[in-house]
């Protein structure tokens, strides 16, 4: 079986280093938040070439949490796009705002930046670009509408750990970035974490306080929290696996590159590009075919997994009926979900695996 990504090989490569380290973080006796975790905060930080780096519990969490702590809620809009994951819209929506869907560029899945103006109104509070697959929306164009309509821009960098843009790493590009650390991103742990990174100190500080209930003394609460903090044993791992990310992120963009090399030339298949100003971490290797169905089931049958990322729209989710979108609003997206398919990629994809796959995908799509 080739899998679309392949944790235990990866897991096997550091099995060593991790078991040292959960020995340590066990004998501490301190399993929430505490020095690993602020060490984590500190390396990524520097990392991301920001002041401050806060974790939580989780990707939705950052991106939720930094909405609350913008005081973004009831009665304000906040722009993103329809093409991604549900945490992002849900995000806004647990603020307590209303997410406004704006179309995607074709050829890469990104949020359209040149569609964005027209859908600002007098509610317009915020941007929340997605940074889909590993590679950074038009950064600088979402950043000069901002500035002229005075809106906080949120990066979801949930998919793009390493990622830069116009050498600038993702995460650093706005008012402030949102990580994950679920199991499968490319800066993955072993359980639900996050973190967002950012230069506004105020922001830091209410994230800081809104992660422990609202508190910034023990007992005292100075304003309703949440409970959403990362666990020591995350934060070791993450440590070690930050010493690997540079090297696994360029392992991805070496098999990229020869998927698309081999791919591009087949006819009724297109792979998604590499925007010109990005270094493209390929979270996920995504094609388009019309004839998706039949590859699909060419893969499976060669044992070899593909996956539909993503299926739906988040206009068109029964969860968002209650937006009044229909059919039609944002045909880009909206063709997109029906021709877009994943195949496998992860850092230990070997070259012969790679090779059959690349092989099933030419015969399946030529017949
Ligand atoms: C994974 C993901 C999230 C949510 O992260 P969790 O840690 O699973 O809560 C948000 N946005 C995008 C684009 C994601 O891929």
Redesign the pocket.
């Known amino acids: 079986m080739i899998p679309l990504l392949d944790l235990q090989t990866q897991y096997q490569s550091i099995e060593a280093e991790i078991l040292e380290e959960m020995k340590a973080v066990l004998r501490s006796g301190q399993y929430i938040l505490g020095p690993y975790v602020e060490k984590l905060e500190q390396q990524i930080a520097e990392k991301i070439g920001v002041n401050e780096a806060i974790s939580v519990a989780?990707?939705?969490d950052a991106?939720t949490l930094t909405l609350i702590a913008y005081n973004i809620g009831p009665k304000d809009e906040v722009i993103t796009t329809p093409f991604?994951?549900i945490?992002?819209a849900e995000a806004i929506s647990r603020a307590g705002a209303t997410p406004v869907f704006v179309d995607i560029d074709p050829t890469t899945g990104l949020i359209d930046a040149k569609k964005i103006a027209d859908k600002i109104t007098a509610k317009t509070k915020a941007i929340i670009p997605?940074q889909?697959f590993g590679q950074s929306a038009d950064m600088d164009t979402i950043n000069q509408i901002a500035k002229a309509h005075q809106l906080i821009v949120i990066e979801?960098a949930?998919?793009a750990f390493g990622a830069t843009y116009k050498d600038k790493p993702v995460g650093s590009l706005g008012d402030a970035g949102c990580f994950?650390?679920?199991p499968t991103?490319n800066l993955g742990g072993i359980g639900?974490g996050?973190i967002v990174t950012t230069n506004d100190e105020t922001v830091a500080l209410r994230l800081r306080q809104l992660r422990v209930h609202g508190s910034d003394k023990k007992y005292y609460h100075r304003e309703i929290g949440v409970n959403s903090r990362l666990d020591a044993i995350q934060a070791a791992i993450l440590l070690i696996c930050l010493k690997h990310i540079d090297r696994w992120n360029e392992q991805r963009r070496k098999l990229a590159y020869h998927y698309t090399q081999h791919l591009k030339i087949i006819d009724n298949i297109t792979c998604l590009t590499e925007a010109p100003d990005n270094k493209h971490v390929y979270h996920l290797f995504c094609l388009k075919s019309s004839n998706r169905t039949a590859i699909m089931e060419a893969l499976s049958a060669h044992d070899i997994a593909s996956a539909i990322y993503y299926p739906l729209c988040l206009h068109l989710q029964e969860a968002y009926q209650l937006l009044n979108y229909k059919l039609g609003d944002l045909p880009n997206a909206e063709h997109l979900s029906e021709t877009i398919f994943s195949v496998p990629l992860h850092p230990f994809l070997s070259n012969e695996q790679q090779t059959q796959v690349i092989e099933v995908i030419r015969e399946a799509a030529q017949s």
């Open positions: 989780s990707g939705t991106l991604t994951f945490a992002t997605v889909l979801d949930c998919q994950s650390f679920f991103k639900d996050g």
